[in-house]
């Protein structure tokens, strides 16, 4: 099992960017799928972007392609999402999680560990 934790949400201006970062501990994550999720206000969970245990594949839900970006470290066991030319619609709390192996379904099935989130919220 590994643990997650999410850091670098807040408040931002819609067209501006954010960095989130999802640090892991507890087993390494370098053999592990990884992904991002975000819950808006009043709605489900939803898939954001995925990304395979080195980095070579990776896959995004079409609402975010070309303005976010995520990546990984794992020497540094950590897991990030680069969030350009936000929007309002944007506005979530957001979640990284981990699974034993990459898939391109927009669906959080197969993520067996999930961190606690941490919001971002765009202004207009």
């Known amino acids: 099992q590994v643990q997650l934790v999410e850091l670098g949400g807040g408040l931002v201006q819609a067209g501006g960017s954010m960095r989130l970062s999802c640090v892991a501990s507890g087993r390494a994550i370098s053999n592990l799928a990884m992904g991002w999720f975000r819950q808006p206000p009043g709605k489900e969970r939803e898939f954001v972007a995925a990304?395979?245990?080195?980095?070579?594949?990776?896959t995004y839900i079409d609402s975010v392609k070309g303005r976010f970006t995520i990546s990984r470290d794992n020497a540094k066991n950590t897991l990030y999402l680069q969030m350009d030319t936000l929007t309002p619609e944007d506005t979530a709390k957001y979640y990284c999680?981990?699974?034993?192996?990459?898939?391109?379904?927009?669906?959080?099935?197969?993520?067996?560990?999930w961190g606690q989130g941490t919001q971002v919220t765009v202004s207009s």
């Open positions: 999680a981990a699974a034993q192996f990459y898939n391109d379904d927009p669906t959080p099935y197969g993520y067996d560990d």
């Open positions: 990304i395979s245990w080195n980095g070579g594949k990776t």
